[in-house]
Each structure stands twice: as C-alpha cells, then as structure tokens.
C-alpha cells in the first residue's frame, strides 16, 4: 500500500458509544472509573493500548477533551511513542503542543489553521513536523505522506466518531480492535465509535464496510475484546427475483 497499515483502536459501550455524554466534560476515562460495573475490569483496555503500534493518530479535539492542555511540562517523560494530531481549530493549546513535543518520538501535527500555536515551536522542538493544508485537509494524501516522507509502516487510530467515519469511508482503516464495556448508555446525540453522515440512499450502501472477525474474546469482569479486518471494497448484490 502507499499509505500505513491502519488499526482502530476504540474502548466503547455496547450499544457503540465512546463518550459518557454529548459535552466534553462527560468522557469514558474517568467516568467509568466511578461505576460500579465498569471500574474493575478498565485496566484491561489500557494494558491491551500498551501493545498497539508506536505511531498513534489522535484528533486535538479528544486530546484536548482528556486535558492535556493542563499537563504540567516538566513532569512529562518522553516516550518512544510518535503522535500524529490533526487539529484544525485549533483544540491544542501552546501548552499541549508542547507537552507532545516533549512526550512524542515525532510530533506530527496534520492542520488547515495557519495560526496553529505548534508552528511557533518548530524551531524550538526538532521533533516537530507539520503537514500543512491551506483548503481542508487531504486525508488519502495526509496517509501517503505519512508513509513515502516519514517511512511510518503502521499506525494505530484513536479519534473521535467523525473522523473515524471519514477515514473509514475514505478506505483509510484496515482493522479494528475493540474492547467493549459491559454497559449501555444511549442518547442519539452521544458520539458513537462511526458517527458522520447518515447514509441516504442505496448507493450509499458502498459506503458500508463488512468485517471478517478474528478474535472475539471474553475479558474479565464482562468486558470484551473484538479483532477484526475490514473489508474495505464493498460489494451491493442485486438480489430483485426478477433479475
């Protein structure tokens, strides 16, 4: 491929939400840390992102939703790990750009704002690059560059509902592990692990990926762990009798 292999990564509920709520201050971290139910077995899931690639594609917005624009910069350790963030708005604050200057291996930040703070740091941090986009942001070609200019193989994705459900519909993830928490929380407005546009019609139905499962196992305390690989050229049969 010209572009990293990709793996979506998600903890969600069973009915397919990654966040508690439809506000920022409602977040499954640490809201599930306070329900019965739910506490004793989230460990799980942060031993299973301690095996996921060294190259971590994230959005500003969830990052900024988990506070690192609070971190203090002198506790921060530095980590083997790359974060790639797109962040248009931009989310990221001077202060958590830095902290991932601090933190990443590389720090890439993928934007379309030219005022972003982390260009101001560039010359401050080596380890800073920028994919810059002046009219929106080209995702295919943000993951081929990724690959034939920084020579990233793999890449595990942890965003949010509308990004994932761009990159999916772009043929951008190739597979999918996920942890699903024993609990159903509900709320048409709660973000789901695929959010975006509605599908409107049967053509829309190409948008659709199927999935070949290659692991479904029972963790402890009820949680689950799915592994599967996408199929990303979907196929719509004409099953009309009278065909």
Known sequence: MNRPFTTLFLLQSLDGKISTGDVDELDVDKDFLRITGLKDGL??????EKRTDLVSFNS?????????NEQPLEEVEKTPVSFVVVDDKPHL???GCEYFAKKSKTFYLITDNKYHPAFA????YNNIEILYYKTGIDFPDVFRRLKEEYDIENMTIQTG???????LRDKLIDKVSIVIAPCLIGGKNTSTSIDGESLHNETDLLKIKALRVTKCETLENSYLHIEGNIINDTIIENTNPSS
């Not at 460990?43 to 299973?48: A, T």
């Open 60 to 68: 500003g917005r969830v990052l900024a939703k988990i506070g690192v």
């Open 121 to 124: 740091l560039k010359q401050q």
């Open 43 to 48: 460990s799980q899931y942060y031993e299973l």
């Open 161 to 167: 509902g509308t990004l994932n459900s761009i990159l």
């Open 93 to 95: 604050n001077k202060n």
